[in-house]
Nanobody, 110 residues
Framework: VQLQASGGGSVQTEDSLRLSCGASGLILNNVAVGWFRQAPGKEREGVSCIGSNGFTSYKDSVKGRFVVSRDVAKDTVYLQMNSLKPEDTAVYYC?????WGPGTLVTVSS
C-alpha cells in the first residue's frame, strides 16, 4: 500500500487549501482514512478522519474550518482547509490503518 498526500503550499492567514490523498494497492473508498499533521518541534496529531460509511470527525481546533470528504469516482479523499491560521502550519499526512505515506507541507504566514 502506498499513500500520497498532496496539495500543500504556502499561504496567508485566512486562505484556503485543499489536500488530496491518493493510494495505490488499496481502494480508499472501502476504508477509513485519517489526516494527521506534525508541526515543527511537536508531536504528530490527528486532524480529521472519514469512515468507510462517511462518518467524519475533527480535532476541536479545526472544527468549522476543515472539511474531509471523498470523491468516490476518483477514489480520493480530500481535506478542505479554510480560514487557515499560522498554527495550522505542519506537514500533513493521510493514513490508512498503519500505512503512511510522504506528507505535504502546509505553511501559513500571518
Amino acid at each position: 500500500v502506498q499513500l500520497q498526500a498532496s496539495g500543500g503550499g504556502s499561504v496567508q492567514t485566512e486562505d484556503s487549501l485543499r489536500l488530496s490523498c491518493g493510494a495505490s494497492g488499496l481502494i480508499l473508498n472501502n476504508v477509513a482514512v485519517g489526516w494527521f499533521r506534525q508541526a515543527p518541534g511537536k508531536e504528530r496529531e490527528g486532524v480529521s478522519c472519514i469512515g468507510s460509511n462517511g462518518f467524519t470527525s475533527y480535532k476541536d481546533s479545526v472544527k468549522g474550518r476543515f472539511v474531509v470528504s471523498r470523491d468516490v469516482a476518483k477514489d480520493t479523499v480530500y481535506l478542505q482547509m479554510n480560514s487557515l491560521k499560522p498554527e495550522d502550519t505542519a506537514v500533513y499526512y493521510c493514513t490508512v490503518a498503519n500505512s503512511w505515506g510522504p506528507g505535504t507541507l502546509v505553511t501559513v504566514s500571518s
